[in-house]
C-alpha cells in the first residue's frame, strides 16, 4: 500500500486502473463493511429494510437556496424537513425525539457567498444535543472562523463540508464566485476548532468529467486531520439544468476513491449517497470496495452480495454515513 504513489494512480488509464483494482493492494481499514440507509430515503432490498424514523434531515432555510448549483437547482432540500427559524428547529427536535428519531443533519440551501445560515440556530443545536441527546452532523457550506468555532461550543458531532479543487467548477456549476483561498479558509477555520470533520467530495461536476478532484484531495491532506472522507458522484437530476448532462464513469469514481484511499490508508473512507442508480450505480458500488472503501450509503444488493462472497462482514445501519467516524473508532 505504502509503495503506491497517489499521483501515479490519479495518471492511471482506465485498463491499469482496473488492473489496480483486481489486485487486491487497495484495502479497507477491516474485513468490516458498513452499509449506510438512513431513513429520509426508504431503502428494503432482500439483505435489509432500514427504519423510518432513525435519522432525518433538515434545512434550516426550508427549500430557499440563493446559488440555484447548476447540479442540483435545490431539489435535495425538497427531501429535508424545514425548519427556518430557532423556535421551528427546536419544536421539531422535540417532535422527531418523540417519534424515535435518535440523529440528524442540519443543512440548507446557501447564500451568495456559499455559506449555509447557522449562526442563528447554533443555540438550540447545543440544546438538540445537551437536553434530546440527539447526534448532530452539521452542513456547513463556506463557514467564517467565529461560527466554526461556536458549533464546536454547542457539542456537535461532526461538521460535514463539500471539498472543490477547481475555480472553474466553483463558477461554472455553484455559480459561486470565490477563490480557493476562501475555501482553504473555511477549512482552516474548521481545523481550528478542533470540530471532527468529514469532507465530501462530488466527483464529476464538470459536466460528469474529472476535474478538480485530486486538488480536492489535496487541498484535504494540507489543511485538514479528517474524521472520514466521503466521496460522492454527480447524478442528473430531473428539472435541473444538468439533467441531460452524463455522469462520470463508475472508473472515474473508482479512480477518485481509490486515490483517497492512497493518500488516507487510516481515515475511515466512504461512498456517499449521491450517485447514480440502476446499473451505474451496482458498478460503482463494487468497484469502490475493491479501491478500499470502509461504508456505502444506500448499497446496491450487488454490493452487498459481492462484500459477503469476498469476505466481509457486513453491518446494516439507519445512520447517515457520516457516523463512520465513529463507527470505525478504534476498540478499547
Known sequence: MQSI??????????????????????????K????????????????????????????????ACT????????????????ATSPQELYKLG?????????GMLISGGCQPNGSVPLDNFIPVLAQLKTELGFTL???????????????????IDAALIDVIGSQNTFQKTFNLKINL???????????????????????????GKLEGEY??????????????IVILAFMPLHGTEMAQTPPPQPLDIAKTIAVARTMFPQTPLALGCMRPKGKHRAQTDILALKAGVDAVAFPSPEAIAYAQKSGYNPILSSYCCAQLHQDFQPKP
Open 5 to 30: 504513489n497517489a499521483e501515479t494512480v490519479w495518471n492511471l488509464n482506465h485498463t491499469a486502473l482496473h488492473l489496480l483494482l483486481v489486485s487486491g493492494c487497495l484495502k479497507p481499514q477491516s
Open 32 to 63: 468490516t463493511v458498513r452499509f449506510y440507509a438512513p431513513s429520509f430515503v426508504y431503502y428494503k432490498t432482500k439483505y435489509f429494510s432500514s427504519s423510518t424514523q432513525e435519522f432525518a434531515m433538515v434545512s434550516v432555510t426550508g427549500n
Open 67 to 82: 446559488l440555484n448549483c447548476k447540479h442540483c437547482g435545490g431539489k435535495p432540500l425538497q427531501t429535508m424537513h424545514p
Open 94 to 102: 422535540l417532535k422527531l425525539r418523540l417519534d424515535g428519531t435518535k
Open 137 to 155: 452532523f452539521v452542513h456547513t457550506g463556506i463557514i467564517r472562523r467565529d461560527t466554526a468555532f461556536l458549533l464546536k461550543q454547542a457539542g
Open 181 to 207: 483561498q476562501e475555501h482553504i479558509t473555511s477549512l482552516k477555520s474548521l481545523h481550528d476548532a478542533q470540530l471532527k470533520v468529514i469532507p465530501h467530495l462530488i466527483v464529476g461536476l464538470n459536466d
Open 215 to 228: 486538488t480536492a484531495l489535496r487541498l484535504i491532506k494540507e489543511n485538514l486531520n479528517p474524521a472520514a
